[in-house]
Nanobody, 119 residues
């Protein structure tokens, strides 16, 4: 079955950086569009970024504003999200999912990795 294992979250101060990773298995990763979504405490699931199966097209939510970069390694079945310029409102649990943009919100998720931005 689909397995998605996220890692790389943690505590960071405003303006700091983190790199999230997702190890995927149980499906054909290299033909799957992939996304990152997040859920802040008390809020709904929010789409963050997507990447096509070949990595040639990327899409970002407006609030990313050039701060995040999504990437993938199809040889290793991994998805990454490099985050910089982190802000308090970026605090959330981050999940990787299959699908592109809004369709990713309906896909199965792993346990997620928590990002907390604090001062």
């Amino acid at each position: 079955q689909v397995q998605l294992v996220e890692s790389g979250g943690g505590l960071v101060q405003p303006g700091g950086s983190l790199r999230l990773s997702c190890a995927a298995s149980g499906f054909t990763f290299d033909v799957s569009e992939m996304s990152w979504v997040r859920q802040a405490p008390g809020k709904g699931l929010e789409w963050v970024s997507s990447i096509t199966s070949d990595g040639n097209l990327r899409s970002y939510a407006a609030f990313v504003k050039g701060r995040f970069a999504i990437s993938r390694d199809n040889a290793k079945n991994t998805l990454s999200l490099q985050m910089s310029g982190l802000m308090f409102e970026d605090s959330a649990v981050y999940f990787c999912t299959q699908g592109y943009r809004e369709s990713s919100l309906r896909s199965p998720r792993g346990q997620g990795t928590q990002v907390i931005v604090f001062s």
